[in-house]
C-alpha cells in the first residue's frame, strides 16, 4: 500500500487532533484524488504540533497577564521544547459542563451549590458565543440539560435538583468528559464540579476519570462544598481528592465555606481566568506506543510566578 508523507506549516493551529489532546495535525492536500485516498494506509505527520493552554498566577494567587514567549520554558518528558506558537487568549468560546454533586452528603448544603451555578451562568456564560450543559449525580450520573445558551433552561434545570444516594465523583468526570467533552472544535473544554469530593460509589478510580479528562483536553475547576462527617481516609476525601482532579488537569479548586461574596470573588477569578489564559504551541515527538503518556512542564523566567497547565497527553500512533 501507499505510503503518503504530509508536511504542514509549523505556524497552523487550527487542524485536526491525534489522540484527542490537542496535537494538531494538518490536512490532507485536496489535490489527492479520492483513489489515491483509499489507497493509504499510513499517513505520517512530520510538523504536528501539541498546543497546550496555561495559565499563570502570582504568590497571591492573581491571574498574571502580559507575558511573552520568552517568558516560558516547555518541557516535555524533561527536554526542553522550542515554542512555535505563543498567544494569549481572551475571545475563545467556552463548552463548559457544570457537574453537580446531589447526594445526600450535601443535602444542607444543595442551595449553594444550585446559587453557585445561577452565578455562574449570569456572570461568565456569554449568550451566542459559549455553551453549556448541565450534569448532576449522585450514585449514578444524569444528563439534567444538554448543551445550550439559555440562561432560562439552564436555571430552570438546577431548580429541580434534590437530593439522594451515594457520591459517584469520579464517575461524573470519566462520563462527563468521555461523553460530552469530546471533539475537534477549536473551544476551550471545561468542567466546573460543584461537590464536597467525597467519592463514595463510583465504578471508576480517580486516575481513570483523570486519563478520561487529559484524552479529551478538558480543564476541572472545583467549589468545594462544605460536607459531612466522611469515612474515607483522608487522601480519599475533600480538598486532596479536588486537589488531584484540578491540579493534574490545569484547573484549581475553590472552598465555599463562605457567603455569596465569598462565592462572586471565586467567580470573578474563574471568569479572569478562562478568558485570559495563554496558548503555547511546540512541534510534536514520534509517539514511543499506542498507549504513549508525555509530560508537560512549564517553567517560568520569573521564579515568584507559577504556571498551571495539564500534567501532559496521551498519544497514539496514528
Same mark, same amino acid.
Given at each position: ?5 504530509? /508536511?504542514?506549516?509549523?505556524? +497552523? ?14 490536512? @490532507? ?11 493509504? $494506509? ?7 504540533? /501539541? ?25 516535555? *518528558?524533561?527536554?526542553?521544547? @522550542?515554542?512555535?506558537? &505563543? ?5 475563545? @468560546?467556552?463548552? #463548559? ?6 447526594? !445526600?452528603? #450535601?443535602?444542607? /448544603?444543595?442551595? !449553594? ?6 452565578? &455562574? ?8 458565543? =459559549? ?6 449525580? =449522585? ?27 451515594? %457520591?459517584?465523583?469520579? =464517575? ?6 468521555? *461523553?460530552?467533552? %469530546?471533539? %475537534?472544535?477549536?473551544?476551550? !473544554? ?10 463514595? %460509589? ?15 483536553? #478538558?480543564? #476541572? ?11 474515607? /481516609? ?5 480538598? @486532596? ?30 471568569? $479572569?481566568?478562562? !478568558? ?28 515568584? +510566578? ?13
Amino acid at each position: 500500500m501507499k505510503r503518503v508523507l504530509i /508536511v504542514c506549516a509549523l505556524a +497552523l493551529i487550527a487542524m485536526h487532533k491525534v489522540a484527542g489532546q490537542d496535537v494538531q495535525q494538518p490536512k @490532507p492536500s485536496v489535490q489527492n484524488s479520492k483513489a489515491e485516498q483509499a489507497d493509504d $494506509e499510513t499517513i505520517s505527520f512530520e510538523a504536528a504540533l /501539541v498546543n497546550t493552554r496555561v495559565s499563570v498566577r502570582d504568590a497571591q494567587g492573581r491571574f498574571v497577564s502580559g507575558l511573552t514567549r520568552n517568558d516560558f520554558t516547555v518541557l516535555e *518528558d524533561g527536554r526542553e521544547q @522550542p515554542i512555535i506558537y &505563543f498567544s494569549q487568549e481572551s475571545d475563545q @468560546p467556552l463548552r #463548559v459542563a457544570i457537574v453537580v454533586d446531589r447526594s !445526600r452528603s #450535601v443535602q444542607t /448544603v444543595l442551595g !449553594r451549590a444550585q446559587n453557585a451555578v445561577h452565578d &455562574f451562568i449570569n456572570s461568565v456564560i456569554r449568550t451566542g458565543k =459559549d455553551r453549556v450543559c448541565l450534569v448532576a449525580f =449522585d450514585s449514578a450520573v444524569y444528563l439534567v440539560q444538554d448543551f445550550t445558551d439559555d440562561s432560562n433552561k439552564l436555571s430552570s434545570a438546577v431548580n429541580k435538583l434534590t437530593a439522594a444516594g451515594g %457520591t459517584s465523583v469520579f =464517575d461524573a468526570i470519566y462520563k462527563t468528559s468521555r *461523553d460530552k467533552l %469530546t471533539g %475537534t472544535e477549536e473551544a476551550r !473544554r471545561v468542567i466546573v464540579l460543584i461537590t464536597d469530593g467525597d467519592d463514595t %460509589t463510583s465504578n471508576a478510580s480517580i486516575e481513570q476519570a483523570t486519563e478520561m479528562a487529559l484524552r479529551n483536553n #478538558v480543564t #476541572v475547576y472545583a467549589i468545594r462544598l462544605p460536607g459531612e462527617n466522611s469515612l474515607n /481516609v483522608r487522601e480519599q476525601q475533600g480538598k @486532596p481528592v479536588l486537589a488531584r482532579l484540578t491540579e493534574t488537569t490545569g484547573g484549581r479548586q475553590f472552598h465555599l465555606d463562605g457567603g455569596q461574596g465569598q462565592l462572586a470573588g471565586f467567580l470573578n477569578k474563574l471568569k $479572569e481566568e478562562l !478568558r485570559s489564559q495563554y496558548s503555547i504551541g511546540y512541534q510534536f515527538q514520534s509517539a514511543s506506543s499506542a498507549r504513549s503518556f508525555h509530560k508537560i512542564t512549564i517553567k517560568l523566567l520569573q521564579p515568584a +510566578l507559577r504556571a498551571f497547565t495539564r500534567s501532559g497527553y496521551y498519544s497514539r500512533s496514528e
